[in-house]
């Protein structure tokens, strides 16, 4: 770029040229120039891109940031379009400015700090999720209550407390072995990065900042189903309060940890730590009644949904969240169903047995229309949570169809068993989805999926390291593909096909390069890309860093079985999802 100050284009004020010479009306810019904050005027093609955008003809731009028609420009600042006023930064030729007193500028309005309350709400939301996964230390605690009130008051408590293990020993025992797979995955996620680490260290300092006080609380209590109670807060108030110093260090490290793992944090690249206590010590202390917490949040009324396990009363998150969902689209109470009885139950004996009661559960689901039935081949939790609100699900908008699914042979193996927690390997999967043919079938460590016609075989090599891909439609060869770590956190990918094209790509930890050939012309091309051009400020602190190998096939094509009630054995899909995002992210 050139030197502004010894470029023979520009115009110093003072000591050179005003900020009107050279344009053809008084306050405008000379052609193919702008002014810049320093009070000079610069070629425009040496703008930085970051400028400010134009101000719209016959506007400006007041103190709450927003633009106005000049002829609402409120006195003494009013508009005299015929003295050379200076030029308000942004504007180029042809848009005046307002007429200001000699040597003083309009001040751009300073941005609103609002990515800091953003940032503060986001961290207490991840507190809220995270401290279920990671306090799970206390599983084998009992936490039960004698009544549904009981079982809600010790959630309050526990909150108020900040004392996590007791929080987590209120949660339902069905849910809580849930959380053990969760717990997995967070694990797994912590062994791939150590960025995992430093967040559960900031969001721990961002709950020990908060002080929240639940005062003089009252519960109702609305039956919901059998061992299903709904617990609302009739009355009562909170307080919550921060140590606005110790939360913005943490808020501000929530924001250095977004950067560290690569996220491009939108809006925040100006904030300081002391733009955050300002917003913090705007924000702190809140104090509500809890119906008026309530109604600031959208809702009706707040409760906790409780269910009864093993005589005693729990929390459930899952019926919580349904229920506020259920209500929340006009549902009738008194459509909604009872769990499912224990001697109703279809569990196995075996993990590996566990989807063949899957299948018979589902077949007489789809045959029914009555997703109870599904209901009894699942772990309590998700057997509840189907059971309940089943009978309703058609007033939600979703169903289950005969034709939509049907099952094949189905063949797992035992991959693994934690505790009562049990990944199965699928040797053989057949499925008729909606008309085509579907089909997962391994013989050791290469498996073949069929969809309708086309075919596709993966197989798994160097002891890891590397995935072979192979296409076939109709039976013909379409092409080949090969995906592989050589060496700890880089990634390389090629591919060819049989008319003619191919490609690879490279990462090497900083940048990804792909190169490919023109079907038409025949000319390789290539194209590089790096972390800033994907808004990404470092890729070589995502979880791909630590990698030496590729994800394991025989974890990602598999299925979950949980040991419920009685010690039988259950498909969970619950954890089934959560298993492949261990398998993928360790």
């Known amino acids: 770029m050139t030197d502004p100050t010894n470029s023979p284009n520009s115009f110093n004020n003072p000591g050179g040229l005003p900020p009107n010479a050279g344009g053809p009306n008084p306050g405008e810019a000379p052609p193919g120039h702008y002014l810049a904050s320093d009070g000079r005027y610069y070629p425009t093609a040496d703008m930085p891109a970051a400028a400010a955008p134009p101000v719209p003809p016959g506007q400006y731009l007041a103190s709450d940031g927003k633009y106005y028609p000049v002829a609402d420009l409120p006195t003494p600042n009013a508009p005299n379009l015929g003295a050379a006023g200076p030029v308000q930064p942004g504007l180029t030729g042809g848009q005046f400015a307002p007429a200001m007193p000699p040597g003083q500028w309009i001040e751009p309005p300073k941005k609103k700090r609002k990515a800091a309350v953003v940032g503060v709400a986001a961290g207490l939301a991840a507190v809220l999720a995270v401290g279920g996964v990671w306090a799970v230390v206390a599983l084998s605690k009992k936490g039960g209550a004698s009544s549904p009130e009981d079982a809600a008051q010790a959630v309050f408590t526990s909150l108020a407390a900040k004392d996590f293990d007791k929080l987590t020993a209120t949660i339902a025992p069905s849910e809580r072995n849930l959380a053990v797979v ?13 960025l995992a680490e430093e967040w559960s260290a900031t969001t721990d300092k961002l709950w020990q900042s908060l002080s929240i006080e639940f005062t003089d609380l009252e519960f109702s209590t609305d039956d919901l189903a059998e061992g299903v109670v709904a617990a609302t807060v009739e009355k009562g108030s909170v307080t919550i309060d921060a140590n606005i110093e110790e939360m913005a260090d943490a808020v501000a490290d929530l924001y250095d940890y977004g950067q560290s793992a690569g996220a491009y944090a939108y809006g925040m690249g100006d904030v300081s730590k002391s733009d955050i206590e300002d917003e913090l010590d705007a924000l702190f202390p809140i104090s509500k009644d809890i119906d008026d917490l309530a109604k600031a949040a959208g809702l009706d009324e707040l ?27 006009g549902g009738d109470r008194s459509d909604l169903g009872d769990p499912i009885p224990e001697n109703e139950m279809m569990g196995a004996d075996k993990p590996e047995d566990a989807m063949a009661n899957f299948v018979k559960a589902y077949e007489a689901a789809a045959d029914s229309g009555d997703l109870r039935e599904l209901a009894k081949a699942l772990p309590v939790a998700e057997s509840r949570l189907l059971a309940v609100y089943g009978p309703v699900i058609d007033e939600l908008g979703g169903s289950l169809t005969e034709d939509a699914i049907s099952f094949g042979d189905v063949s797992l193996s035992e991959n693994s068993v934690i505790g009562g927690h049990s990944r199965l390997t699928i040797d053989l999967l057949e499925l008729d989805l909606m008309g085509d043919d579907f089909e997962i079938a391994r013989e050791g460590d290469t498996w073949t999926i069929i969809i309708d016609y086309a075919e596709l075989t993966i197989s798994q090599e160097d002891d890891g390291a590397t995935w072979r891909l192979e296409v076939e439609e109709d039976g013909e060869a379409v092409g080949e593909a ?26 090497d930890g900083e940048c990804i390069e792909v190169g490919w050939t023109e079907f038409y012309t025949g000319q390789e091309e290539t194209e590089k890309t790096c972390g800033d051009d994907l808004g990404l400020t470092n890729l070589s602190s995502l979880p791909l860093a630590e990698w030496t190998k590729l994800p394991d096939l025989k974890g990602i094509l598999a299925l979950s079985a949980v040991q419920g009630a009685g010690g039988k054995w259950y498909i969970s899909p619950t954890a089934s999802l959560m298993d492949l995002v261990s398998v993928v992210g360790s």
């Open 303 to 329: 409760y906790i949904v409780t269910v009864q396990e093993g005589g005693d009363w729990y929390a459930s998150v899952s019926m919580t969240i349904a229920q506020y969902a259920f209500d929340s689209l």
């Open 482 to 507: 090969e995906l592989s770590i050589p060496q700890k956190g880089t990634l390389e990918g090629s591919f060819t096909s049989n008319d003619g094209g191919d490609g690879w790509f490279e990462f």
């Open 182 to 194: 969760a717990m997995d995955v967070a694990n797994g996620l912590q062994d791939s990065t150590d």
